[in-house]
Every structure is written in structure tokens, then in C-alpha cells.
């Protein structure tokens, strides 16, 4: 849509001035601190939010505590459960443009995507989630006392693991708190969210959407502030049953090592390499858009950014013309503009990862294609923290193949054969997602089969869907988010054991 005018009531924020939400109060931090949250893209303060510390985060422990201990949540009947989910949903819906441009503000990502792709998969978080609530086999439940049985029966039920904090990182800010609340509420958890510092306005527009939809108090509790001290207080907590956290890997490795004082439930969704092979028999059309599409969206700031792209060496130099050719169409700008492919990066660190990256790479020799310097969009005054897509032709060794750089940077690499493509793709401590692009099925299904990742795409590439499992292998973590399976992570069994019942006992 050329042509888009961004004034200045775009760059208004949906949130102002945000508090800490705790047992459905909003309130300043104990210290009384606060945060500046800065927008990207004009590199201006957007707004001021609470600092929480670990004294908050007791109180939204004990909230929540409470919550699951005391009140009825966790006993709410399922139809009930369900109905206020989808209140909850339609409510995200009602407002799909504040919470999309929360993101837009906070971390640069194109509006067009967060319009479409986030805010549209939060809403679908609440009702697919909201309809297991009513779903016996998977939502924890309570049920009628059993019938009379001549011989010793016995009731398993699955409960609510309880208090479960979620820690969550800044290139999703949205859609990966809500992939952990969603199902923590469908199966009656209370929980304690703490949002990446960088991107703290859509979890307070979604805090307000459960207070207009009724969600008791204490069910969610937000505590924005710094990552160490809050999650060293949620993690060190023995009040909380569970942690949920998408992050980093060092960060993941750190929180795993803590939680085993109090031997704590932990789900991990953490960094990636992925590997995107390309055949010379593939619809190079095709696989070229999925390979721009597989690093280049969000920035490449995606855990599952394709960002090692296996070339058969005999169709390399035709995709590293094609490759070269659409990466110069990409538009870079304002990603509050409708046809904005790539914002700006979501804070300064960010950017000056990806330059050292860019340096490294020319250091050990990489071959650079295209781009590798910072850019500055016409009309924003020379402000942004914009870096140009780049493409480096280089070798698996090389650090910018195996450390997660986390924009957009992609390294071509050349592979002989199938062997040597799946060499080289298992060929890393990540196991996130990986794609493969070919004209023979057969051959698309051997490599998936053989590939250490917990997705592979066929023919496309960062596709998403709620109903479908998300997660990792290796050091990109375990347990998966999405899809019925993810239940499990905030759900336990319990089997009572039940007298012999006579029919005089019933
Ligand atoms: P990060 O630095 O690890 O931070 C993630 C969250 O952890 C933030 O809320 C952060 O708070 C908090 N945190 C920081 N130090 C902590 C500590 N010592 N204890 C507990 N929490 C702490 O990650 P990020 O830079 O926000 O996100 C990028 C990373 O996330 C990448 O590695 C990416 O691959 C990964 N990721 C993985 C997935 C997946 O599904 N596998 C999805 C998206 C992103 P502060 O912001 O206050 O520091």
C-alpha cells in the first residue's frame, strides 16, 4: 500500500504510563521506579512503565499463590472456563490494531505483520486453548464422584500444575506470552508474567483486555522490570510450581541450573541456527521467496530464522543471483508503513550484535554479497537502528553459521549431496526448525526424517499455526508450545485411590 502516511497519532502509544498489574490491581512498583521504553525506529521514548523487583514479584507470587490454592479458578467448571476465554479473544480481536501497533512501537516489527500474523494468532491462542478448556482428555477437570463400583476403583485426574511464571522474550512479545498464558489458563494455572525490558507495552494492553473480560484476580499478574533480579526471584521462588521461558540459550542454561533447588517444571523454547536447504531440482521461484522470507522476516530476529542456507553447488551461483536480486527489493522503513518488509532492530545492542557479526564474518574470510552496513530510510532525520539484509557466501565453521546472531544476516553454504546436506545441517548445537526445498517428496521426506530439529518445512517456510506443536531439540530446548501437546506442560496427573464402594456407600 505505497503511499501510507505515518502522522504523529500513529506513533501514539496504546499504553501509557504502565503499572505493574498484580491480583487484578494496577499499581506502581514498591520501590516506586520506573522504565523508559524506547521506539526503535525514531529512537525517541515512547512511555515510562513500573520497574519491578523482588518485592513485586512476591506479591504476584502470592497472588497468584492464592489464586490456585484458595479461590475457585482452578475449579472452575470447564464451560465457564472456555466461555471466558473466548471473551478474551474476542476482546483481542475488538482491538487487533492497538495490540499490533504495541509491537510495531516497541520493537520495530512492520505493522503489516504484526496486523496480520500476531494479533490475528493471539486471538486464535485464546480460542483454540479455550476450546480444550471444555475438552475432558486434555483441560484439567473435576468430575462426579465415580459410580459404584464392586471392585476398588480409581480416579486420575489431570490438575493444574499451579503457579507458573512466564518469561518471555522481545521479538514476539505478544504471541509468546500468550502461547504460555493461554494454556496455563485453559488448565486453571495462575500465572506471573515477566516481558523482556524492551517490549513491555503489549503485555500491559493485554493485562487490560483481561481485566475488560472479567478473568478473576490473581489468574495474571504482570511484573515488568529487569531480567536478572525479577527472574532470579521468580525462578529461586519455591511458591512457583513452573517456569515457561523463551529466551536465549545462556539465559535458559542459567535458569535450569537455579530451578533445581526447588526441582521446578521447566519448558524451554531457545536459540536457534536452523538450517534451509535448497536442491538444484527445486521451483527456484519458490524456494528463493521462502529463503528471503525464512531470514529476512521479523528482521531475521526469529528464533527459527532460516539463517544457514544450504545450497546444492550446482544451482549456487543461479541462487546467489536470485537471492542478491530480491534482497535488493525489500523495502526497509518505517514499519509503520503498510509496505514496509524490514524495520528497524528491536534496540541499539541488537544492532550492534549484528555488526560485530558482520565483522567477524568478513574477518574469517566469509565472501560478502550483499549488504553488511547499517542503513538510514528516508524520513526519519537520520534516526533508527536499521541494518541492511546481508548475505555472506561462507562455511559452516565460521562463527556467523554457528552463533545465533539474531538478525538479518544469512550465510549461503554449498553441499555435494544429500549426505553432505544433512551433514552439515546437523552439524550445530541447535535443533529448532529447518526447511527443505525440492521438487522430489520423496527426498523432501528422508532429509526432514533425518534432520535433529523439532520443524522442518517443505516447500515454504516460517509458517505457524496454534493447533500445531512448536519446540526444539538439542540446545534449542525442549517441551512444545502450541497444539494440544502443550497441556502437558501445565498439567500433572493425580490417581486417587478409592475405597471399595457398596451399593449401601454410594
Ligand atoms: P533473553 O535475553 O534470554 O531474554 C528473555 C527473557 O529472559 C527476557 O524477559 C529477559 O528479561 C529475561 N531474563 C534475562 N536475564 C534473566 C535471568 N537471569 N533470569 C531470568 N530471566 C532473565 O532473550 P531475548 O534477547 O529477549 O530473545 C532472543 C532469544 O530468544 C534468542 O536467542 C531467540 O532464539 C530466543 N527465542 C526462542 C524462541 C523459541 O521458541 N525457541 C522464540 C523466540 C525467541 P530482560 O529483557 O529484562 O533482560
Redesign the pocket.
Known sequence: MNGFAVDDRDRLSPVEDGQLYIDGKWRESASGKRMDTVDPTTEAVITSVAKGDGDDVNAAIAAARRCTDEDDWSRMPAPDRHGLMITVADIIERHADEFARCETLDMGKPVQFARSIDAVLLADLFRFFGSLAADPEGAARYVSPPPDYATRPVMSVREPVGVVAA??????PLL?AASKIAPAMATGNAVVH?????TPLSAIRLAMAFEEAGVPKGVYNLVT????E???A??ESPDVDKIA????????K??IA?SADTVKKVTM????KSAHIIFADADMDVAIQNAIFGIFYNKG????AGSRLLVERKALDTVLDALVQAVSDLIIGDPLHHDTFLGPMADKGQLEKVESYVKAGREAGADLRYGGERVQPDGLGGKGWFHQPTIFLGRNDMAIAQE?I?GPVLTVIPFEDEADAIRIANDTAFG?ASGVQTSDMAKALRVASALKAGTCWINSYNYFDVSVP???VKQ??FGR?CGREALENYTQMKSIWLPVMTGAQT
Request: proline residues 6%; hydrophobic residues 35%; aromatic residues 10%.
Open positions: 518469561i518471555t522474550p522481545f521479538n514476539f509468546l515477566k516481558p523482556a525490558s524492551s522490570g529487569p531480567g536478572a525479577i527472574g532470579d521468580l525462578v521461558f523463551t529466551g536465549s540459550t545462556g539465559v535458559g542459567g535458569i537455579k523454547e531457545l536459540g536457534g530476529e526469529i528464533c527459527t545465533e539474531f529448532l512448536f519446540g526444539g534449542s530446548g508450545e
